[in-house]
């Protein structure tokens, strides 16, 4: 379970979370939506363990977000791996530092994606670039995998096979997995719980298929909604 009581976050003057109040059960896909400076990396960058909250608290399976880090893995939406290194060599770094590291689901995913292990990081397209990063990320049964818009930039064929990879990984390990992204339509049917963010705060929080089913819309619709009567007030 993943826990946030009353906590904000700020940058200068800039308020990124205010008096966030969440919790995400254990085995699901979560979907973190809202627009541009919602606050949305934020979050995802403080139950990485990458920033600390200003004031409240964040728990992740009991622990503290840098407690837990062994267990959660992140992938930022900026590219953090050297240009210079090689498909391989990103992988072997990272099967060096963590134990929940799968050399069989990398091989599986490696062949699904279509990628080559001599692929330099800092030569191959975006897309290309984006498959890898998702191939890294889910190579570790990492409990919690945190995904900050790994569709950002790419084409939809690309955003498609993406996530089959992320549906076919959840399916096989049921992690806990948080996805925030702008395109809703790619996982729309993916997740089962959804997080509406607008300026640090939480619009609207709930069950995928209990918001459709009240509202009579699309995730995309909803969104639509919920930002049309915040930009209102």
């Given amino acids: 379970m993943i826990e946030f009581q009353n906590v904000s976050k700020r ?6 979370l205010d008096h ?7 085995g699901k896909i979560v979907g ?3 627009p541009n400076g919602a606050g949305k990396s934020t979050m995802m960058k403080i139950m990485a363990g990458v920033n600390r909250a200003d004031t409240g608290t964040v728990s992740i399976g009991g622990q503290t977000p840098r407690q ?8 930022p939406e900026i590219d953090h791996f050297y240009p210079w290194w090689t498909l391989k060599e990103a992988a072997d770094f990272l099967r060096a530092f963590y134990g929940d590291w799968d050399q069989e689901k990398y091989g599986h995913l490696l062949e699904f994606l279509k990628l080559q292990e001599d692929m330099k990081l800092g030569k191959i ?3 290309q670039r984006a498959k890898c ?3 890294l990320a889910v190579s570790r049964n990492a409990h919690y995998l945190l995904m900050d ?4 930039g790419i084409d939809i064929l690309t955003r498609e096979e993406i996530a089959r990879t992320l549906i076919q990984d959840f399916a096989d390990h049921q992690q806990t997995m948080i996805i925030s992204t702008h395109e809703i339509g790619e996982i729309e049917a993916m997740v089962d719980q959804v997080i509406f963010l607008d300026q640090g705060q939480i619009c609207l929080e709930g069950e995928a298929e209990e918001l459709r089913n009240e509202w009579g819309l699309s995730m995309v619709g909803i969104m639509k909604e919920v930002f049309r009567h915040a930009n209102s007030r």
Avoid: M, N, R, W
Wanted: zero cysteines; aromatic letters at 14%.
């Fill in 11 to 16: 940058f200068g003057t800039v308020q990124a």
């Fill in 20 to 26: 966030i109040d969440l919790t995400i059960d254990e």
């Fill in 32 to 34: 973190l939506f809202g």
């Fill in 68 to 75: 837990a880090k062994e267990f959660v893995s992140y992938l």
């Fill in 125 to 127: 397209s975006k897309g």
């Fill in 133 to 135: 990063k998702i191939l």
């Fill in 149 to 152: 818009e790994p569709f950002s």
